[in-house]
Every structure is written in structure tokens, then in C-alpha cells.
């Protein structure tokens, strides 16, 4: 289980004539994802979700707040220990090219002082999860956007972590790719994995995620089941859950006295918000 109390990240961004603004890009968020869960982060660019993740995976330190860790009934207090239970994948991991991924993953096993058995265990294993068998002793340099990212996803698995941390892991790839990402959370989800999601695609996070927390300037705008967000805003698919509620927390819905709809800037009408 991993969570967060009233989580703060404050910025400071330099304005015209050398004027200084403080802006919180995470502003009081508290959350908890327990064992055996998939938690959705949607939000537009902008809203905090990589800054939120960061934090959550303990890379980046909260201006005010905590994340904590629990094993069952143990809170992990040691920093390198916390981290050996988390894998985080970025939205924009760099990974050494003239390396296979095999080597690359060999490499990662020794950082984390894996028997050397072991880790060529689980490099097949985690091969045969995501496919990775035809392309698994080319140089990374010379893959797809589709294998590279699956090589990326990799790295964060040879340690068999508790908690998952991905940030936008489909982004760009093909429908297959995205297939076998999918699955493999559904999978590590089931083994009682904890498992913290963003994502841009609202089909996706639909499908995959047991609960979808919404962010919008640094707050949580909106959080329950894809059926409950559904249910309490009266819309058919969570795209539309998104919008409406992105709209009505920006200010850019006009209410229509008439029957209660909105219409969005250049006219373009929705159903009741």
C-alpha cells in the first residue's frame, strides 16, 4: 500500500521585471492505493500528475507532506529499502542505447544485488510477459518506439517491485503494444500488486483502472469507480466525465437557462453537466 498525506510541491516561477510568483503544481493532495489495486491519474497537461508521481515514488522531495509505504502492517522507513518495492516508469525514461535490453536488465539486477540466477529468471520471465523475446539481445538503439518502451517497462520489473508507479506507459504506442501493457498490469494487479496509473487515454484507464482519481490545478477535482464518476456526473463514458468536469473547474461552461446544458467556447453544445 502506498499513500499520501496532504502532499504540496511548490514552484517558484520567475515573472516579468525580475518578479518572483510561488506556484503550488500539487496543491494538498491525500491519497491511498491499496494492495491489489489499479488507481487511474487523469488530468489535462498541466494538472500535476508527473510532479504528483515523482513524489509518490520518493524521487522528488514534497515542499510539505509525506508518502509512506506499508508491506502488509510494516510502514518502511529505510529510503533505499522503500525504494527496492517501487518501480516508477517516466514519461520520458532514457535507457542506454548500445545496450540489449538484456544487458541492460543484467545490469539493473547487479545494481540491485539480485543473485545472478535469479535474475536471468525473471529476464525470461518478464521476457514471455511483454514479448520481448525477438527483440530481447538487440542493442536498444535500433528498437521501436513500441519495443523500447516495452525495454523501458522491463527495467522497472526485474526487481519484482510491490508498487508500480507508470506515468503515460502507452503513450504513442500501437494497439498491440498497448494490449500487452495492459494485460501485464491486469496481471500484476491480481498478484496484489499496488499500482498507480496515469494516463491520457479514457478508454484505457475505463478499462484497466479498479478507481480514477481526476487532478486539475494541483487538486483532486473528483475521484470513485469509473461506474460511480459515471453515476454522479450523469454520463455515459468517462471522456465525458473528464471534459465536463475539467470545463465547470476551469470556468468555461455557459449554462443554458433553457435546459440546463452547457455550451463550450465556439459554440459547440453538451449534454447536463
Known amino acids: 500500500m502506498i499513500k499520501a498525506d496532504h502532499l504540496i510541491k511548490t514552484f517558484v516561477r520567475n515573472e516579468k521585471k525580475n518578479r518572483k510568483m510561488e506556484i503550488n503544481a500539487v496543491d494538498d493532495i491525500s491519497l491511498t492505493v491499496e494492495e491489489g489495486e489499479i488507481v487511474g491519474i487523469l488530468g489535462p497537461n498541466g494538472a500535476g500528475k508527473t510532479t504528483l508521481l515523482r513524489m509518490m515514488s520518493r524521487l522528488m522531495k514534497p515542499t510539505s507532506g509525506q508518502v509512506s509505504i506499508r508491506m502488509g502492517e510494516t510502514e518502511m522507513t529505510d529510503e533505499i529499502e522503500v525504494k527496492r518495492h517501487i518501480g516508477y516508469l517516466s514519461n520520458n525514461t532514457k535507457l542506454y542505447g548500445r545496450l540489449s535490453s538484456r544487458e541492460l536488465l543484467q545490469m539493473l539486477g547487479t545494481i540491485y544485488g539480485i543473485p545472478e540466477q535469479t535474475v536471468e529468471e525473471r529476464i525470461r520471465q518478464i521476457s514471455e510477459v511483454l514479448s520481448m523475446d525477438a527483440f530481447l539481445d538487440n542493442r536498444i538503439e535500433k528498437l521501436s ?116 446544458s452547457y455550451e463550450q467556447p465556439g459554440g459547440i453544445k453538451g449534454g447536463r453537466a
Open 145 to 260: 518506439t513500441g519495443q523500447t518502451q516495452r525495454a523501458s517497462i522491463a527495467r522497472c520489473l526485474v526487481h519484482d517491485p510491490q508498487v508500480y508507479i507508470f506515468d503515460e506507459p502507452t503513450l504513442g504506442l500501437d494497439i498491440i503494444s498497448s494490449a500487452s501493457i495492459i494485460d501485464f498490469m491486469k496481471r500484476e494487479r491480481d498478484r496484489g500488486k499496488t499500482v498507480l496509473y496515469s494516463t491520457h487515454y479514457m478508454e484505457e484507464a475505463e478499462y484497466l483502472c479498479d478507481r480514477i482519481v481526476m487532478i486539475h490545478r494541483g487538486k483532486i477535482i473528483s475521484e470513485g469507480t469509473p461506474a460511480e464518476l459515471r453515476e454522479r456526473t450523469k454520463k455515459d463514458s468517462l471522456r465525458d466525465v473528464f471534459s465536463g468536469l475539467i470545463l465547470e473547474e476551469s470556468g468555461s461552461i455557459l449554462p443554458d437557462a433553457a435546459d440546463g
